[in-house]
C-alpha cells in the first residue's frame, strides 16, 4: 500500500468516524421541550379514579408476581416521517397502568415494541416477528405509513391487530381491524360541517398536498361534503413542503373566500402560514393538527399561526379546557416527565389505555375474532376522542375500519390560549362508494 | 383578485414560481461546474445544499455570529472534500460508478441531516427580506425576486469566469483534455478542487437563502433531483444559460399549473385536480426536445462510448445454478424467519437487477426507469386482479405484460438520446410515471388500495403467510416460488449473453456505429433488449407485490431509484453474478440483514452505514463487486499455479 | 461491358458552411481494388463515410448495384453487402474475436478468422491483441458479412512493413474471390503498389482517377502533395522524397 493510498484511507476513515460523531451526538436530542401550560393539573388520584372506572379494572398497583400480559406494539420512528412520541407515550401509559390502574386483570402489562423506520420490508419483519411470538395475543398497531398490507395479510388469523390511526386506503379498507380514530381518511366532513355550520362559510377555498395519498382522499371527500352541505369551493394541489403555497392559494381563490382549508402534513405548514400573511388572506384558516407542531411554533416566530385546528382527539394541548386532556397531561407528566404530548402520543396513549379496557373484559389471552367482536360492539367513549363511535359503520362505502368522523376543531388566539374545542360528527357526510 | 386566466394573472404566477425556479436554478448550474470540469453528474447537489442550510440554521438559532459565512466555509469544505475523497479515486472510472459514487454522497447526506436534525421540519432563519411587493394585483414576496436577482447575478459572473479568465480557461481545457492540460503545466487535481468548491459554495449559498421559503426538512431538496437534473441537461450540461432559463421555466411551469388547477376546465378525478402534471409536463418537454436533438447514430466523430463494466462470456450456467438452487432450498429450510426473508428480499432485488443488467450493461443503455417498470407490473397486476377480479395466473400475465410495454415506451427515446442523458431522462421518466400513474386515485393506488390477491393455484394459496410448506410466514413454499421465479430469469439472461441477440447488443453497446455497419439493426437491438428488461422488471414488480400483499407508490420514487440502481453498478451489471451480488447487497436484503444483526446496528444508523458503504465500495470496485471478486479469485488462481511450479 | 458496382455522381458534402466534398464522380467495377489517397483534409475520410452512410449527402446520387443508396442507412447498405473498416477499428472490447465476428449478419462457408489465418485468436478479448492483429480482426468482421463491397479506412496505419505487406496481400485475395476493395490510405507504396487503380483528392474534389502508374508521375498530383503541409505524410507519389524531406 503506497503512503498516498494510506493516506486516503485514513481520511476517509477519520472523516467517517467524525460523521458519527457529529451524528451520535446528538441523536438523544430529539426530545421536544413541552409547551408551557398555565393552568394547574389535576393529580395523579384524580386521574387514578377516573381511568380506573373507565377501565373497568381494579385501583392499585399490578401485582408483580403474577406473569405479565404481552402486547406486541409496531411503530414508524427513525426515518421520514418519524414518530418516536407514540412509544414514549405508550410506554408512559404502561407505567400509569400498572402502578395505578391494576394493569390487566390484576397482572402487569408489557409493550414487545418493534419499530420501522422507513420500509415495507420492516413493517412484514415486525408483522412475522410478533406472528411468531408466543406470549403475544395482541398486536397494537401505531401509525405505519408503509408495508401495513403485509402486516395485515401475515397476523390474520394468527393474532388479534388493533389499529390506531389509518395512514392508506389499505388501513380503511381492512377488514377485522379496526381503526379507533379517523386520521386522514375520516375528519373532512366534520371539517365541511364546521365550515357549513359555524363559520357559515358560502365560499371555501381548499389547498391540499397532492403527492400524499391521504391528503389526496381528504381533498375528494371534502370536495364531496361540500358539495352535500351546499358550498361552493375550489382547491388546488401543491406538494409537500413546497415553497408555492401562494400560488396555489390564489389559485384557489383564498383572497376572497370565506375560509381557507388547508390539507397537508408538518412541512407545508410554514410555507403556507408565510404565505398567509404575505398574501393578506383574511379568511379564517382551517389546518390540520399537523400545524401544532412545536417545528411550527419556532419557525413562526415562537407562537403558532391563529388558525383552528383539526384534530381526532380532545385538544391535549389545551388542559384548561377539557378535562380528559388535563387527566391525559398529568398522567404524562408523572410517568413521562418532558416528553412530547402532541403529535402521535395521546393516540398512542389512550390505545394503550383502550387495549386494558378491552383485555379487562376479555382476559389476557383473546382470540381474534373475540377481539373484533368487541371493537364491533365498542360504541365508546374514547377516554380523549368522541363520546360515541359505532366501529364498522361506513363498512357499505368501502370503509369497514373506520369507528368515527368525529372531529374536534379548537381555534388558537394565540400566546397559548385555546378556545374549547367544537365537538363535530359527520356521519357519513362526504364519504361515498 | 380572481383567478380568471387574464394576462396579469398569468404573469403574477410567473413570478410567483420565480422563487422555486431560482433555486433549481442554483443548483443546476452548480451540476454544470461539476459535470464539465469532473464529468460527474452530482445527484447529491440538492442533499449537500440541504446540509449547509441546516448547518446555517443550528448556528442562527444558537447565536453564533457571522453564521452566514460559517456556512459558506462549510459548503467549501463539503466540496473540496467530496472531490478528494470520493470523485478523486474515481477519475479514471467509468460514469456509472461516478454516478453511484455521488448517490452515496447523496444517501449520506440525507442520513446525517436525519441523524442530527431528526425528520420533522426546522426553523430556517431568514437572510432576504420578507416583506411583499405589489406587482401587478399580486403580492409577492420580496425574496423571491431577489433569488432570483442573484441567481442571475451569479450566473452571469460564473459566465464571466469561465470564458475570459485564466482559471476558467484552464478548466474548459482540462475538461476537454486531461492529458492535454497536463502537458501544459496545468495542475488538474488544483482545478478540481476549485471547481468542487466554486459549485458547493454555490449551492449551498441558494440553499441558505431559498430555505426560509420552505420549512428545512430532509427531503425538500433532495426531491428537487428531477428539476435540477432537468434543467442542467436542456443546457446541455455546458450553458449556463440555457439552463438557468429552464430552471425559471419549470418554476414558472409548477406555478402556472397552481393556477390552471384551478380552472374547472382542468382534468379531473374524482373530484381532484389530476396529480402529477406537474412532473409529467417538464419529462414529456425533456423527451421531446432531446429526441429532436439526438441522431440515430452517433456519428464519427463522437463515436466513443463512454466505458462501462466488462460483460465476460458466462461459462456453462448449469451446475452453478444447479448448485445455487440447492443452497437456496437448503437455506429456506432451515434458517430463521428473519433470514428466510432477507434471502426473499435479496433474490427479488436480484431480479429487478438482472432486468438491469440486460439493459444496462448488455446493451449499455443507462435507464433508471426500472423501479417504476416494476411498479407499473404491479399496480396492472391489482387492478386486474381487485377491480377486474380476474383469477391467477392472469393478473400477474397482465402485470408482466403491462411492464414489457411500459418499457417499450422508455425505449423510444433510447433510440436517440444516449449515456447520462438517457439516464437523467429516465429518472425523470420514473417520477413522472410514480407520480401520474402509481398516485392517481383511479388507476394508482391514491385513493384505493391496490392490494393483491395470493397466488392460489388449484385452490391452494402460495403466499408469505401461507402454503403447502410451512407454517411460519415467510413461507417456504412461497421462498420457492421466488427461487423458481429468479433461476428462470438467471436462465434467460445467460442464454441471451451466449447469444448470437446478447453478442449484437453487446455490440451495440461497444461501438453503435460499428455496429450498424456490420448490419445490426441498433434501434431493434435496443428495443429488444427494453422489452426483456421490462419482462425482468415485471417479473419482479409482480413478486413485489405478492410478497408485501400489495403495492405503493413510495416503493418506486426517484431517491429509490437511484439507490437501487447504485446497488445494481456495485453488484456489477455487466454480468449474471453481478446480478445475484446485487442482490446480495439490496436494502434489507441478506448482506444487510447481517450486517445489521450481527453487528447490532440500530435501525436509524442504517441509512447512514448504507451510504457510506455504497461509497467505499465503489471507489474499491468501480466496475463492481462481482467484477472484482472473480479478478481476485483469478489472480489467486494464477499465483496459486505460480506457486504450484515453483 | 460491366456494369458498375457503385456509381457515384456529382458528391457534395457541406457542413456548417465548410465544403468536405465536391461534385465528385466515381465508380467502382466488381472484382476492382480502387485505393484514394490524397493529402490531410483531402475529403478521403467523408467519402467514406458518405458512402457507408455515416455522412449526410448534400447533393448527388449514390447508386449500389442500380439501387440508390441515399434511401438507406448504414445498416440497411450494410446488408445490401456494403462494408467497411474504422481508423479508430471501433472493435467490439466486450466481445471475443469470435463474437466480433459473429455479429455480422450472414455467414461464411469459411471462417474470416480461417482465412485471414487469425482463428487462433478466436476465444481471446480484443484487449490483449497487438495493434495488427486488432487491425486483422476488423477486417475479418468487414468479411464476414459476404461483402460485395469493402471499404477501408487508414487500414495500415501503426502497422509494421511486415504487417503491411501481409494487409497487401489479403486485400488482393479478397479481390480475387470476388470483393472489391476501395482502400483508403497515406501509406503511398502500399497503395500504388496493390491497386488496380487509384483515385487522388484534394480539397473535397477528385483531381486525378488511374492506374498507379500514370497517377506516380502527373503532375497535379504532385503539386497537391508538394502544396500540403508539411508533416509526417508529406511525400511524393512515388515515396522517393523528390522536393521535400520525409518526416517519418
Redesign the interface.
Known sequence: MTDRTRA?RG??AL??GL??G???C??Q??VQKPVPSTAKLPGLDVAQRTLSDYVGGTPGAADKAKPPVYIGFVTQ??????FPEAQAAAQAAVAFANDKLGGVQGRPLELVPC?V?S????A??C???M??DERINVVQLSLL???T??V???L?GRKAVVGQTPA???DV?ARDVYQPWPGSYGIQGGIAKYVAEVLKAKNVAVV?D??D?GS??G??SV??AF?QLGVTF??????T????V???L????A??ADAVVRISN??????TA?AVQ???VKAPVIALDFCT????R??NGGDLPKWTYVGQSRNVLSPETDEQAAIYRSAMEAYAPGAKVGGLAPYAWDSIILDVKMLNQLGATPTPEQVSGWWKGFGGPLFLGPEKVGCGFLADKGLPSLCSTTVFLSPYLGDGKWERSVEVNAESIGLAR | MTSSLGPEQVLAFVALGLGYGALIAGLATGLVVTYRSSGVINVAAGATAALVAYVYSELRTTGVPFALVIGLVVAAVLGALQYLLVYRPLAKAGPLAKLVASSGVLLTAQAVIVLRWGADPVAAPAILPQETVDLLGVSIPQDRLLLAGLVIVATALLWALYRHTRFGIATRATADSAKGSVLLGLSTGRLEVANWVIASVLGGLFGMLAAPTTQLQPTTFTLLVVPVLTAALLGGFSSFGVTVATAFGLGVVNSLIALLQGQSWFPQVEGTPLPGVTELVPFLVLAVTLYLRGRALPDRLTAVAPPMPRAPRPRRAGPAMAVGAVVAVAALAGLPFDWRQALVNSMLGAVLCLSVVVTTGFVGQISFAQMAVAGAAGYVMATVGGDLGLPFPLPPLAGIAAAVLTSLLFSVPARRVRGLQLAVLTLAGGVAAQRFWFGNPQWGSGLRPANVAPITVFGMEISPSRSFWGTEPPSQGFGLVVLAALLGCVFLVAWLRRSDLGARMLAVRSSEAAAAATGVNVGAVKTLAFAIGGLLAGVAGVLYGYTFTGVSADRFGPLTSIAFFGVAVLGGVGTVGGALVGGLLVAQGLLFHAVTTWFGIPPDYQPLFAGLAVVLTVIGSPDGVAVSVADAARSLRVRRLALGES | MTVPLLRAEALSLYYGGVCALRRIDVEIMPGELVGVIGPNGAGKSTLLDAITGFAPLTDGSLTFEGRDLRRHGPTQRARMGVARTWQTLQLFEDLTVAENVRTAVGRHSVSPLVRLGIDRLAERMPGELSHGQRVLVGVARALAGSPKLLLMDEPAAGLDGHERALLGEILRDVVASGTSVVLVDHDMPLVLGICDRVCVLDFGEVITDGPPHAVRHDPAVIAAYLGADEGEDSESPDGSGIGKEAVR
Open positions: 486516503r481520511a476517509v472523516g467517517a460523521l458519527l457529529l451524528t451520535g446528538s441523536a436530542e430529539a420512528q427513525g426515518g421520514i416521517p418519524s419499530v423506520v420500509a415495507q420490508e420492516e412484514l419483519n408483522a412475522q416477528r406472528a411468531g405509513t408503509v408495508g398490507a403485509s395485515y395479510e401475515t390474520a392508506s386506503p389499505t379498507a391540499y397532492g403527492d395519498p389526496a382522499f381533498a375528494k370536495a364531496a358539495g375550489k382547491q388546488v394541489a401543491t406538494q413542503g413546497s415553497a408555492d401562494a400560488s396555489a390564489v389559485s384557489a381563490g383572497l376572497t408538518t412541512p407545508s405548514c410554514v410555507p408565510r404575505q398574501l393578506g407542531d412545536d417545528s411550527v419556532q419557525a
